[in-house]
Nanobody, 127 residues
């Protein structure tokens, strides 16, 4: 069984930064792409960023390009999301997930492209 544990969420002022971490266990981490999503109550879970198994390819939602950076450490079995210039509308629960493939495809921008999910970490951006 795969376990994903997110951390690093919290309260930050608009324009501030946070770094989320997601520690994985129970699967060969380096074989699979990883992704970050976010969700606001009452809305669909939204794709944020994805990274290939090797870390050489990344993809971002247009809304976060230039401000967020996804990275991974295959030795530590951890994926990160560095979030800069945060906006109040980005207040959400952020989830990491293990993709079904090792590369970034159209599927890795959708929830259906992922097998396992973490429990989420709350990010609150105050105005």
């Amino acid at each position: 069984q795969v376990q994903l544990v997110e951390s690093g969420g919290g309260l930050v002022q608009a324009g501030g930064s946070l770094r989320l971490s997601c520690a994985a266990s129970g699967r060969t981490f380096s074989r699979y792409a990883m992704g970050w999503f976010r969700q606001v109550p009452g809305k669909e879970r939204e794709f944020v960023a994805a990274i290939s198994k090797s870390g050489t390819s990344t993809h971002y939602a247009d809304s976060v390009k230039g401000r967020f950076t996804i990275s991974r450490d295959n030795v530590k079995n951890t994926v990160y999301l560095q979030m800069n210039s945060l906006k109040p509308e980005e207040t959400a629960v952020y989830y990491c997930a293990v993709a079904r493939s090792g590369i970034i495809t159209s599927a890795t921008m959708t929830q259906g492209g992922y097998d396992y999910w973490g429990q989420g970490t709350q990010v609150t951006v105050s105005a």
